[in-house]
DNA sequence: CATGAATGAGAGTTCATTCAT
DNA sequence: TATGAATGAACTCTCATTCAT
């Protein structure tokens, strides 16, 4: 007993290594990314900015396009991990519920502005297969706002012509601070664009049925 | 003044036959690009796609970055050339105006799905300049759209809180349809894709200020 | 006509130019791997070795591999076409035709010597297919031999309990002169080689029957 | 003089580990060369066949090259181990002990089909200095062989007009099992393969002076 | 004695670009 | 104008070896 104690506790050490390990890489490539793309990030260049040998890389991640889906397929996790948390504590409100969701939606995507752009530039170079999940999360990752939404017109609050529509164009603008942010941070900050984006849908949404 | 006049005619067949060439490679460049990403495509693929050697290439074009360069460009004057015409067309009324300006710009997106992809996945291999260009150009781009708008609302027609984000959010709505493709299509053409999106947004655009 | 005419001297420059190229990186393949082995031979030596550009080597050959299929397969080529004129020119009589063979044979390896020790060192290296191929040429190549000792038993000038073990032998030590050549080299010449292990095997093979 | 036995006995027992974990490596060497060749195999992957660390290979070899010239030495010393007690075994007979060791010789070569053929492919890998113990002990290997036949022809039973060289045909006509083996094994066992060969050269070394 | 994470030099290969024809 | 053979730097990835534990 004493000894399998002291295997998992092992494990548990190597698994954490692992994973702070992978962690150190995926934040240092996102860094390098972020400078020049994926395609011009050498894996020299990735090794000197996490500080550690080419050759390490390799123990933790298949490849260089393993380490740009881990990438990508992180970010979707911190949606699906943030944003129902995020709307549940705001209580029943399904507009309350939205603009919360929405608004996390945004701070998720402002503090992964470069993980987001990957998304959308390079996914041509990933398999098919890597491609097909992340359409598959990106599209589930949305489910806490749509959901918000059909409670809101289910309760009578909202009105929508196309509710899915707007759900993902929500999706989408979100992912726009991202790809836009050049134009926009001179304008707004992650927060007020949010809002501005939020206040422009909600008419939309709450307008009388025509 | 006939050897002027041959000497014009020489270069008019001159500049002819450059800028036919240039639209050859040109096209031929999206047709690989869209099949392998910018990247990925070798000037040797470029050159069996464009039925040219490798060296002709360089005759045309400073080098595959400037191909690129010039992809972009290349749909971005669709647009400045396109839009306007499309607006006069259908006369005065700035609902119908923007209806059918918007049309056409998803429809010049639907023709140029794969380098409007580019824009958004590629720019950060462009040097300073060209991205400052295309940034630019992107925003002047809208301009008949938002001027549609400016209208409506100056007669009434339109009311909106906030006119300059709307009418990006039309022109990032407008590129979706490129970049979201893989999930539109099931669903609309392009033309049901514009109907839908101006739908929504003309909710909100003339929905009574609160 | 013309056209025709100069099209096909053309391919015939092209088709020229392309073989020299490949020979002359043979021989600087051959020459290296004879030096390091084929393992520690270096894309770059070999460049070096034959005064080119390691890119170079690509247009001509598909890989590191393919280099040393093609360097075991001519020296096999090389069997296949000096045997049979080589025998040819003594006249009928089947042990002329035998020793004239085999010392052809003996030959070809001494020319070969560091092809041909490539062929057992490196062979696991190669792809199944290469692998079947060549050992199927090596049963071929040694075809003359073969029809010249059953030519010898035919007329009753030969006689031999297993003569498909014979030739089969004789083969072998043929590659000897190369893979013992440090052994050799200082008894024999490769015709001194040739004739004293002839000398030994015509007593086996011309010896009455058991 | 306690304390010095304790020690010897110590002794005894480090090298007899040291020993059984070279042993150990050895045969894993020499199974993961078997199916991917010297150059292919990894330490990596030599650790995992013998289920023990990468680490723990450099504490009983001095290097890669280290092992390969530990498993060339190794069947080396089989055949002088294991050659003149099988010889011995069969009597006087020079003819009868010519066979038992050529017998042997084959099964040896038989057992270590892997290492032999390494003898022949790798052997440029090899120090100069790790060659030519090798190729002394290659010759001094077949000594007893050589006895057998000397005393067949101061006996009168055998006539050979070159000894030597008969002698050395044996030896690499036995290694060819190793070499050859994709060709021979349709047709013979290790057995067979012997006293066919055999058979072959008795014909010639009893065959009357020419 | 034993481990395996970490190193980093070096491998094979690709490809944008040039230039003699 | 057009070609494509030739270049060589830069790439991703591997692996023998070391060393702190």
Not at 28 to 41: K, L
Not at 72 to 96: C, K, N, S, T
Not at 135 to 152: F, M, N, Q, S, Y
Request: proline letters at 2%.
């Amino acid at each position: 007993m004493a000894q399998d104690e002291a295997l998992s506790t092992e494990d548990a050490v190597r698994a954490f290594r692992v994973h702070s390990r992978r962690r150190q890489l995926l934040d240092a490539a996102v860094a390098v990314m972020q400078r020049t793309g994926f395609h011009q990030m050498s894996m020299q260049a990735l090794a000197d900015e996490a500080q550690v040998s080419v050759g390490l890389i390799y123990k933790y991640f298949g490849g260089k396009e393993d380490i740009l889906l881990a990438a990508i397929l992180d970010i979707l996790d911190a949606f699906r991990d943030q944003l129902q948390p995020a709307m549940d504590a705001v209580g029943d409100d399904p507009v309350e519920r939205l603009r919360a969701g929405f608004r996390r939606y945004v701070e998720v995507v402002d503090a992964n502005r470069d993980a987001v752009a990957l998304t959308y530039g390079e996914s041509r170079t990933l398999t098919v297969e890597g491609r097909e999940r992340i359409k598959e999360l990106e599209v589930t990752t949305a489910d806490p706002l749509r959901a918000a939404i059909g409670a809101g017109i289910a309760a009578g609050t909202l009105t929508c012509a196309d509710a899915d529509l707007a759900v993902y164009d929500l999706v989408m603008l979100g992912h726009m601070w991202a790809l836009k942010h050049w134009r926009f941070r001179e304008r707004y900050t992650a927060a007020q664009y949010a809002d501005a984006q939020l206040d422009l849908s909600l008419v939309a949404l709450s307008a009388p049925p025509r």
